[in-house]
Nanobody, 126 residues
């Protein structure tokens, strides 16, 4: 079965950390860029971070720069999002998605991403 599955979400106090994982099954992440997106209640889905197929290109939205780190392990078919110094405004459902693109660039253009996971909830109470 071809799918992406996110895990690692949960409830964490402000200032805490979580590591999200995105696991691909039924296909390889090799050759694909990966994006992490999030959607908070009543808000539009937004790009959080992305990593290129080569792993050499990464990007972060301004609000998480310096706190979140994206990485990938192609051998394990996994992508991670390490989230530190979490804030209440990070509360959202987090999704990973893939785009078939070789190279060192990635983007937050959601209409380019063809496979999406079901999401994992991250809650940081105020």
């Amino acid at each position: 079965q071809v799918q992406l599955v996110e895990s690692g979400g949960g409830l964490v106090q402000p200032g805490g950390s979580l590591r999200l994982s995105c696991a691909a099954s039924g296909f390889t992440l090799d050759g694909s860029g990966i994006g992490w997106f999030r959607q908070a209640p009543g808000k539009e889905r937004e790009g959080v971070s992305c990593i290129s197929s080569s792993g050499r290109g990464t990007s972060y939205t301004d609000s998480v720069q310096g706190r979140f780190t994206i990485s990938r392990d192609n051998a394990k078919n996994l992508v991670y999002l390490q989230m530190n110094s979490l804030k209440p405004e990070d509360t959202a459902v987090y999704f990973c998605a893939t785009v078939r693109r070789y190279g060192n660039a990635c983007s937050f253009r959601m209409n380019e991403y063809t496979r999406w996971g079901q999401g994992t909830q991250v809650t940081v109470p105020s």
